[in-house]
């Protein structure tokens, strides 16, 4: 089946230093795709997306590029800030007839230290 | 444009009782999706609703079900609640066109089952 795996957290950083969450998948198919971010209390945004091996997706500064020969997708940020801090996902899609189901992984919690 | 709503916000039940979760989708989108969060876990696939009908189904019971309605809203039905059953209801929807598959969520509802 689709499995999603992402670094445990927490991550604990301080401001302007560099991120990288480290996620694979096992999936059958050719997946797409993505990373959504939780703030506490809210619901998920999706943060960027890719649809095919080698495309980079990016927004807000985050970066990921889907890699089909190592299956993953790392998240990215040069320079994190404490407005980053929230629990990030990495999903994959499939396609279920005329839709996408997502399968995410456990989440990894983000906190920016000023 | 009129982004994802769900309501309740939070809700109390008791083991054995029933519950109904409502969602209204994105204007445009026809698709809605209901997830289930846990505590410190990522989201888990219920099911998913296209055109008033289920449209796929993940690993839950047939004590959860649901509806979607000609405006695309959609309810989420829970029978015979279990004290697992406490979590965190996301709403997804999505518009299935050609290869458009982002799932834009709800901030979701807070079930907590006593």
């Known amino acids: 089946g689709n499995s999603v795996t992402q670094m445990e957290g927490p991550v604990t950083l301080s401001e302007e230093a560099f991120l990288t969450i480290n996620c694979t998948y096992t999936?059958?198919?050719?997946?797409?795709l993505f990373w959504y971010v939780q703030y506490p209390g809210e619901g998920l945004q999706l943060l960027l997306k890719?649809?095919?091996?080698?495309d980079k997706g990016s927004n807000k500064g985050f970066e990921a590029t889907y890699r089909k020969e190592t299956t993953s997708f790392h998240l990215e940020k040069g320079s994190v800030q404490v407005s980053d801090s929230a629990v990030y996902f990495c999903?994959?899609?499939?396609?279920?007839?005329?839709?996408?189901?997502?399968?995410f992984g456990k989440g990894t919690l983000l906190t920016v230290n000023p | 444009e009129t982004g994802v709503t769900q309501s309740p916000t939070h809700l109390i039940k008791t083991r054995g009782q029933q519950v109904t979760l409502r969602c209204s989708s994105q204007?445009?989108?026809?698709?809605v999706s209901w997830y289930q969060q846990a505590l410190g876990q990522g989201p888990q696939f219920i099911f998913q609703?296209?055109?008033?009908?289920?449209?796929g189904r993940g690993n839950f019971p047939p004590r959860f079900s649901g509806l979607q309605f000609p405006n695309y809203s959609s309810e989420l039905n829970v029978n015979a609640l279990e004290l697992d059953d406490s979590a965190l209801y996301l709403c997804?929807?999505?518009?299935?066109?050609?290869?458009?598959?982002?799932?834009?969520f709800g901030p979701g509802t807070r079930l907590t089952v006593t």
């Open positions: 997804a929807s999505s518009l299935a066109s050609g290869r458009t598959y982002e799932q834009y």
């Open positions: 999936a059958t198919g050719y997946p797409s």
């Open positions: 890719a649809t095919k091996a080698d």
């Open positions: 999903a994959l899609g499939v396609s279920m007839g005329s839709n996408y189901k997502l399968t």
């Open positions: 204007s445009g989108h026809n698709t």
């Open positions: 609703y296209y055109r008033e009908e289920e449209n």
